[in-house]
């Protein structure tokens, strides 16, 4: 089964956590040809983005792309939060309003939802923000995907190899335990989507944020 092939988590006194993810993000900023974070606003994405930013300083390779889903019902401080990292002179921000799929847990009728959607602009939650990084379409998106079916478009192939920077730890979930416990050695890279795009996971084995 699935679950006999999980591995247990091993604790080892060597390395800390936090030297541990900044070695992770050299070798990726050394072997791939571009890093971005995948960036929501809260503390696990935080905390890889500064990381990201603190590695990408000492590499010379600033700014550092990073990409937001707005996902228009979004608490307004964490917007707020959002335009002061776009405004940092380090970051390259891609602040995405594309129509993707959620699921709609208030509605038996309609079992999804879709944010910004064009048709039907009288419900939307707060208008669309109109700064010059707003991306409303990505090449490849169709009505209908979701954004793990579409995160890889975000910087396409011409990007060459893409580390693609993810706040995920293990702790959160079993489903996040189990999609980083399959390999003894450099689980914290998963297999690439498209044949480019790595998720990678810097905090996996962080407890707490």
Same mark, same amino acid.
Request: net charge negative.
């Given at each position: 089964s699935q679950m006999s092939r999980i591995l247990k988590k091993q604790f080892v006194e060597e390395v800390n956590v936090y030297d541990a993810a900044?070695?992770?993000?050299?070798?990726?900023?050394?072997s791939f040809?571009?890093?971005?974070?995948?960036?929501?606003?809260?503390?696990?994405?935080? +905390?890889?983005?500064?990381?990201?930013?603190?590695?990408?300083? @000492?590499?010379?390779k600033l700014p550092l792309d990073v990409y937001f889903w707005d996902e228009e019902a979004i608490h307004p401080e964490t917007i707020d939060y959002v335009e002061r990292v776009m405004r940092l002179p380090e970051v390259r921000l891609k602040w995405l309003c594309v129509q993707i799929k959620h699921r709609n847990a208030c509605s038996r009728q309609e079992p999804y939802w879709y944010c910004w959607d064009e048709t039907k602009k009288d419900k939307w939650v707060r208008p669309m923000p109109t700064y010059d990084c707003v991306v409303t379409h990505i090449e490849g998106f169709k009505m209908g995907?979701? +954004?793990?079916?579409?995160?890889?478009?975000?910087?396409?192939? @011409?990007?060459?190899?893409v580390a693609d920077v993810?706040?995920?730890r293990a702790d959160e979930s079993l489903r996040r335990y189990q999609s980083v416990a399959q390999r003894s050695k450099n689980n914290w890279i998963s297999a690439p989507r498209a044949g480019y795009n790595y998720p990678v996971s810097p905090i996996y084995d962080w407890t707490t944020c």
């Open positions: 900044i070695e992770r993000f050299r070798y990726w900023f050394d040809d571009k890093v971005v974070v995948s960036f929501s606003g809260g503390k696990d994405s935080t +905390v890889c983005l500064n990381l990201a930013l603190q590695v990408a300083k @000492e590499k010379n995907d979701s +954004v793990p079916e579409i995160a890889h478009m975000v910087y396409g192939p @011409e990007c060459g190899s993810r706040g995920i």
